[in-house]
């Protein structure tokens, strides 16, 4: 049998490199099947344009006037684990869950860790892929076969074969083969049927398309404009990714590939039909809470250790709570309080599980709990045990953590970093004070000053909140102080005497509501702004605030926007 494994691993590798090789590189860019971007054959116009049956996309005559700088780079973008995780579940019929079987990457300092240029296939990475697809598809041999009955029969017909692997391609490359892709991937089903069963084949064709480049990048190339050449339009099969993965963070339902197939994703109209209609899918909740979850830090919340003696509860069960409250503090957001930003910063409305109880000083109970926080100690999303518990250090409240992090997130902004050599313990001194008393000592040294006037008031306003979210009134046997006030802003300078009071001003901050814009057009584009995106970001803000900041018609602005249909030339 490991002989027999072995050759199969061997045929698995050469079909592996085949599809890497094919695709190659001519003037900066990859195309299926070893086409250059200058190549007229029709084999390669088709396979450029996304895949069998979708023909080159009509222009849309923007396209002609379109300044370059407005629109980033032709690029290939790696999936995310969870967005392969999707892709695998999607492929296979059934839920699986593959992020936990990968090895975590580290939180980024800034940013969401899914940037277009950072993400791409080291030896962990590859490694962990070939362990993880290998002991997914052993186990899900039976789940191809049921898929379609005909896959039962001991003498698999052609036609058969053939839609069994068009419809793989279209859940993992999110389009169809081409004809030699359909050769390429008979053959690789026949040569193992020699030595394993149908089922065994089936999985091994399975796990070498969910292997290839064409499933594990999003391709983002699109064809050349004629009258504008600096410019490509993305082909509907291009869009229906990109739609896909940034609304839903999963491959293209069969509504979005047959809008792709017959071309109605080329013009603005149909892309905002698509996006309209995926915003009020459960697949939305889904990417949305991706994009939160990496807004926030909750997504490296394991990473988040506390101590085991201050905080005895706090457990694997307790963590699973904060994550699942969480999303469904973000579907009751979206789905009875009409997509508000308002609503997200500021809203008490909750459902917890028994290990929150506690946390949130209720009594014991089974199943799960409908509850409205007290308005004076919660005030939305920012004061979610999750997103308190993935920000906060091991055995204190961290006020510099939480500041920082307060600032880079709703204020768009960092401190400057603290001078080289410049110690930040703090004195022990006096063990009656509480630990704002001991930062003082920071704050009022000439060296920190300035850095500590940025973030120290956003910090200090979340005292009332342990390292696991917990509220509390008192530190050290004295009354917590949570007062302050922001002077460094441009729009938001407030006087408060809480947390809730500081985040319920924030909420209203323009300041915050256009970090909030900037910080959607990061996760969604997988880049930083540059100045020209300037244009989309002030007429997203614009339709944000018309809209009464609606996020809905923030995300339909982005998601129909040049920038998003279009790439440029490097």
Partial sequence: MAAKRSIRNLILLSTFLSSVFACSKASDRWHPEGCASTSKSAACKTAKSGGVGNALPRTDPIADTLDPKTVGYARLWRLTVQQFSNTVSAALGKSVNLVAKFDPGSRPED???????????????????ETVLSETLAAS???LVKSMPCLSEPSIASDCLDRFLNAMALTSFRRPLTDAETVRYSNLFAAIKVNFSAADSLAAVAEAMLRSPYTQFRSELGTTVANNPAISQLSPY????????????????????AAAEDGTLAKKEGVETQVRRLMTSDGFVNGFSDFVFRWTGITWLDEATKDAKTYPGYSADSRTAMVAESKEFLRDVLRNKRASFKKLMTSTDTTITPPLAAVYGVGTFTGSKKITAN???????FTLPAVIAANSPAVQTGPAQRGVFLLRKLMCTSPPPPPANLKTDLTESDPTLTLRERFAVHSNNANCSSCHKMMDPFGFSMENYDA?????????????????????????NFTFKSGVELLNDLATSKDVQECFVRQVFRYTFGRAETDGDTALINASYAAFAKSDFDMNELFATLYTSDAFRFRREK
């Fill in 238 to 257: 291009e869009l229906a990714t990109q739609i896909a993965f940034a609304l839903t963070g999963a491959p293209p339902d069969k509504e979005l590939l």
């Fill in 141 to 143: 041999s039976g789940d």
């Fill in 111 to 129: 940013g969401f860790g899914i940037d277009s240029d950072k993400l791409g296939i080291d030896s962990i990475y590859a490694s962990n892929l």
């Fill in 468 to 492: 696991i979210g917990r509220f509390r009134d008192k530190d050290n046997g004295k009354t917590v102080d949570a007062s302050g006030a922001i002077t460094t802003t441009a729009n938001s």
């Fill in 375 to 381: 308005t004076t100690e919660r005030s939305g999303l």
